[in-house]
Nanobody
Framework: QVQLVESGGGLVQAGGSLRLSCAAS????????MGWFRQAPGKERESVAR????????YYADAVKGRFTISRDNAKNTVYLQMNSLKPEDTAVYYC????????????WGQGTQVTVSS
């Protein structure tokens, strides 16, 4: 069992930055592909970014490419999402998730952290 706890959300003006963190319990964090997702009110949850086990390979949704950066520190059991040049349309609850099998089966989820971008 893995527990994921997100932090770092908040209210920011358009153009600002936030850094989300997701701390994982357990000793096998480095075995998991990690991802960030978001869900805005009235919309389906969407993938934002993911990172492979070693941290070398990353993927970004087109909507955030060039503005967001995902990274991980396996020694600290933590994955990060640096969000720059934030836009009002980035407003959502952001979730981190873990994929133990690298098959995009996101088995473990955090509780989410709210990000609100004002115009």
């Amino acid at each position: 069992q893995v527990q994921l706890v997100e932090s770092g959300g908040g209210l920011v003006q358009a153009g600002g930055s936030l850094r989300l963190s997701c701390a994982a319990s357990g000793r096998t964090f480095s075995n998991y592909v990690m991802g960030w997702f978001r869900q805005a009110p009235g919309k389906e949850r969407e993938s934002v970014a993911r990172i492979n086990r070693s941290g070398v390979i990353t993927y970004y949704a087109d909507a955030v490419k060039g503005r967001f950066t995902i990274s991980r520190d396996n020694a600290k059991n933590t994955v990060y999402l640096q969000m720059n040049s934030l836009k009002p349309e980035d407003t959502a609850v952001y979730y981190c998730a873990a994929d133990p099998s690298a098959t995009r089966l996101w088995t473990y989820w955090g509780q989410g952290t709210q990000v609100t971008v004002s115009s």
